[in-house]
């Protein structure tokens, strides 16, 4: 038995905790591009300062965040009503709408934006709708924009919304929406004191599941995005493969994950908080 519960411990340390000291060790050094790696080890935190000192960092994170909490947003305005309809539909229906909000995970990822950008380029499909239907004479490209990031995010994350806001919708008990309405409250009223609150898990989940791998993305800012939006994860990438600054970009997924670990604190403790309540 205990080498049964070893075994996740043995996981962790191995796939985790050595990666991790592995990476520390090399933020903590310094840059040395005449050797091979390109790092000194030392005991040094000037890479750290760098971070939250230079402008252009401080610029990389503020708009991470700013575009992975608008993205995650949009998810869950796009994401509830669509978990919400499968939840109620028939039985024998959901496991087909299901199958259709995870249909896309059956192409491969970057195949998909690579798509999104031929939608979006200039003279693309979209383009020419706009052109054809009279909407805009001249609507010109929305592929290297913010928006374009923000559209490639929502669509490719919007699945990890629907389905634990559909696990939780699906398990709630529609007699209390009866219940409910038979005490006089409109259908808005009930569902904003009855079937919002008790989402509540389900919402925090999709959230965090939106916003922890959107933080850090780079595949989407790269190829929908223009040279003005500036991400972390595209930062990283640069700073390892296109500066060759090793300790700099290891202190960037440090800082990252440290930055990703407390929402996933809170999630643990308002699940934690939750199961309370109901023993």
């Given at each position: 038995m205990r080498y049964v519960i070893a075994l996740p411990f043995l996981w962790l340390i191995v796939f985790f905790l050595l990666p991790f000291a592995l990476v520390l060790?090399?933020?903590?050094?310094?840059?040395a591009p005449d050797i091979a790696p390109p790092v000194e080890l030392g005991f040094s935190f000037k890479n750290f300062a760098l971070l939250f000192s230079d402008d252009l960092y401080v610029a990389a994170w503020l708009s991470s965040l700013r575009i992975a909490a608008t993205s995650t947003l949009i998810a869950l305005l796009l994401g509830y009503p669509m978990a919400y309809a499968i939840a109620r539909a028939r039985p024998e229906r959901r496991p087909l709408l299901l199958m259709l909000v995870v249909l896309p995970f059956w192409t491969s990822f970057l195949i998909r934006i690579y798509a999104w950008m031929g939608l979006l380029a200039k003279?693309?499909?979209?383009?020419?709708?706009l052109r054809w239907s009279g909407i805009a004479d001249n609507p010109?490209?929305?592929?290297?924009?913010?928006?374009?990031v923000h559209l490639g995010i929502v669509y490719a994350y919007l699945?990890?919304?629907?389905?634990p806001l559909y696990a939780t919708l699906e398990?709630?008990?529609?007699?209390l929406l009866e219940a409910a309405a038979d005490l006089g409250a409109r259908p808005l009223i009930a569902f904003l004191t009855v079937t919002l609150p008790l989402s509540l898990p389900g919402i925090v989940a999709g959230c965090l599941l939106v916003f922890i791998p959107s933080i850090g993305e780079f595949v989407v800012p790269d190829?929908?995005?223009?040279?003005d939006t500036l991400m972390i994860g595209k930062v990283l990438w640069d700073e390892f493969f296109t500066n060759a600054?090793?300790?700099?970009?290891?202190?960037?997924?440090?800082?990252?994950?440290?930055?990703?670990?407390?929402p996933i604190a809170l999630f643990q403790r308002q699940q934690a908080r939750s199961l309370e309540r109901r023993t």
């Open positions: 060790a090399i933020a903590l050094g310094t840059n003279n693309g499909l979209i383009d020419q709708f010109g490209s929305i592929l290297g924009t913010e928006w374009a699945p990890f919304m629907v389905l398990k709630l008990d529609t007699s190829l929908l995005g223009g040279t600054d090793w300790p700099l970009a290891s202190a960037v997924a440090i800082c990252l994950l440290v930055l990703l670990v407390a």
